[in-house]
Structure formats: structure tokens, C-alpha cells
């Protein structure tokens, strides 16, 4: 007992638990990941950007407050761009849009 104790305080124990990589194994990683080579992904137009290019965009007016509202609502109205009363905002038409426009159609007006 008295012995572990002594090589609890030198450290002995905690360099014995502690096990680090070996060198040619790290090398050989190093080496497979530097040949690897990837090629840029294609660059792809979002749907977001197509329909406004497009002019197809909605503008929203928010006409009543999210207080006393359920937590999902608000957040539908602050992904939509609209936190006072009031306000307008354009967006694109896309069918994620519409569909957080029909969650919230009782606290917005559409203006097209």
C-alpha cells in the first residue's frame, strides 16, 4: 500500500495509463491523408436563389404580436424575417415558405 502510494506521488502510475501513439502508425495516417485529393464539390444554385432570379418572391406584413403564442410560432415569424408589428418583408416564393406562412397565417397578412 505504502508503494502505491510512493508511485502515485512520482507519477509512475499516471504515465503508465496514459498510452500515446506510436510514430509509424502516425506517419502512416499522415501519409494516406495527404494523398488523398478531393476535388471541389460542383457549385449548385439553391432553390431560393432560382426563384428570385426568377422574380418570384411574396411580401409579408406581420399584423399581430407572437406573445402568448407557442414557442414554434415565434420562431416562424423570426424565420420569415418579421419580429414587430407592422413590418414588411419580401421573400422568395418556395413551397418551405409557404408552408411557414400557413403556420402563422393568423399573425400575418400576405401583400403580393
Given at each position: 500500500?505504502?508503494?502505491?502510494?510512493?508511485?502515485?506521488?512520482?507519477?509512475?502510475?499516471?504515465a503508465k495509463a496514459v498510452k500515446k501513439p506510436s510514430a509509424p502508425k502516425a506517419e502512416a495516417k499522415a501519409d494516406q491523408v495527404a494523398k488523398k485529393e478531393v476535388a471541389p464539390a460542383p457549385k449548385q444554385e439553391k432553390k431560393g436563389e432560382t426563384a428570385a432570379a426568377s422574380g418570384k418572391t411574396i411580401t409579408l406584413m406581420q399584423t399581430a404580436s407572437p406573445i402568448?403564442?407557442?414557442?414554434?410560432?415565434?420562431?416562424?415569424?423570426?424565420?420569415?424575417?418579421?419580429?414587430?408589428?407592422?413590418r414588411t418583408r419580401t421573400v422568395v416564393d418556395t413551397p418551405s415558405v409557404r408552408g411557414m406562412i400557413e403556420k402563422v397565417k393568423h399573425l400575418i397578412k400576405v401583400i403580393e
Open positions: 500500500m505504502a508503494e502505491k502510494k510512493d508511485k502515485a506521488a512520482t507519477g509512475e502510475l499516471k402568448g403564442r407557442q414557442e414554434y410560432q415565434r420562431a416562424t415569424l423570426i424565420g420569415l424575417g418579421l419580429n414587430k408589428i407592422r
